[in-house]
């Protein structure tokens, strides 16, 4: 079935650091990706998204890149900011899976002044 | 444009109860998901609702249940209450499927059950 295995938190880094949050998924079709971002005390918000091979989501500063022969889907960022500080959620959904969309298990990122 | 809106925010129920918790999606959006997220851990995909039919169900007993209305909100049911079933619900909605793919989900706020 398809998974998604993104790094174990808590990451913490200093302001205007480079950011990766590393993200790999196993799916038998041909998944979109996503990243979801969920601040404290609130629901999840779309960050990113792709949905084919070598596509490019970007959005607030924040890109990843499809990579169909690596099965990843990695966040990056060139240099945070404490408001980025929350949980980030790699997911993918396909047509196998019934178009649900399965959720790695989250990285908090913490990101000190 | 109103956002996905869920209710209660808070709900405390005793064990054996049930609780009914509600959704109303994104204007325009006739699909609804429903996940569990327990405290330290990720989001498990419960039901999705799509022009008032369930077609897909999670890994979860049937004592979690739900339904989808003709203006498309939604009602998710547990019944039996049992203390593990504490945990935050959260709904999203999105637009019906395009050349068999999803744009991505809109969520709510969610509702956090507490079972006692």
């Known amino acids: 079935g398809n998974s998604v295995t993104q790094m174990e938190g808590p990451v913490t880094l200093s302001e205007e650091a480079f950011l990766t949050i590393n993200c790999t998924y196993t799916?038998?079709?041909?998944?979109?990706l996503f990243w979801y971002v969920q601040y404290p005390g609130e629901g999840l918000q779309l960050l990113l998204k792709?949905?084919?091979?070598?596509d490019k989501g970007s959005n607030k500063g924040f890109e990843a890149t499809y990579r169909k022969e690596t099965t990843s889907f990695h966040l990056e960022k060139g240099s945070v900011q404490v408001s980025d500080s929350a949980v980030y959620f790699c997911?993918?959904?396909?047509?196998?899976?019934?178009?649900?969309?399965?959720f790695g298990a989250g990285t908090r990122l913490f990101v000190k002044a | 444009e109103a956002g996905v809106t869920q209710s209660p925010t808070h709900l405390i129920k005793t064990r054996g109860q049930q609780a009914t918790l509600r959704c109303s999606p994104i204007?325009?959006?006739?699909?609804v998901y429903w996940y569990q997220q327990a405290l330290g851990l990720g989001l498990q995909f419960l039901l999705w609702?799509?022009?008032?039919?369930?077609?897909n169900r999670g890994n979860f007993p049937p004592r979690f249940s739900g339904r989808q209305f003709p203006n498309y909100s939604s009602e998710l049911n547990v019944n039996a209450l049992e203390l593990e079933d504490s945990a935050l619900y959260l709904c999203?909605?999105?637009?019906?499927?395009?050349?068999?793919?999803?744009?991505?989900?809109?969520f709510g706020s969610g509702t956090r059950l507490t079972v006692v």
């Open positions: 999203a909605s999105s637009l019906a499927l395009r050349k068999g793919r999803i744009s991505g989900y809109t």
């Open positions: 799916a038998t079709g041909y998944p979109s």
């Open positions: 792709a949905t084919k091979a070598d």
């Open positions: 997911a993918l959904s396909d047509s196998t899976g019934g178009f649900k969309t399965i």
């Open positions: 204007s325009g959006h006739t699909s």
């Open positions: 609702y799509d022009e008032g039919e369930e077609r």
